[in-house]
């Protein structure tokens, strides 16, 4: 069982910057992959960036990119999300998930909110104009 807590939410202007925190309480082993998603009011969740158990590959949305960097220390069982330029639309709730049984990704198929089998409770980001 792993349980995800993320950390490192709050309210920003446009333009500004956060980072987001992922500690996976399994401290038994790294191999697995992980992922940011978010939802925002209304709208279904959906896959904003990841990375693989090594940290050597990652992959991003298209809304993510050039703008996000995901990152992981597998020493600390922690994964950060860098966000930069923010914008409104990125308003929403920001969700840490763990594939130790899913499929392999490629930028081709990145991960899918059904591929992850462990989340955690969300943080919010709340981005003004």
């Known amino acids: 069982q792993v349980q995800p807590v993320e950390s490192g939410g709050g309210a920003v202007q446009a333009g500004g910057s956060l980072r987001l925190s992922c500690v996976a309480s399994d401290r038994t082993s790294t191999r697995y992959g992980m992922a940011w998603f978010r939802q925002a009011p209304g709208k279904e969740r959906e896959f904003v960036a990841a990375i693989n158990w090594s940290g050597s590959n990652t992959y991003y949305a298209d809304s993510a990119k050039g703008r996000c960097t995901i990152s992981r220390v597998n020493g600390k069982n922690t994964m950060y999300l860098q966000m930069n330029s923010l914008k409104p639309e990125d308003t929403a709730v920001y969700y840490c998930?763990?594939?130790?049984?899913?499929?392999?990704?490629?930028?081709?198929?990145?991960?899918?909110?059904?591929?992850?089998?462990?989340w955690g409770k969300g943080t919010l980001v709340t981005v003004s104009a």
């Open positions: 998930a763990v594939s130790v049984y899913g499929p392999a990704w490629s930028e081709d198929r990145p991960p899918g909110p059904n591929d992850m089998d462990y």
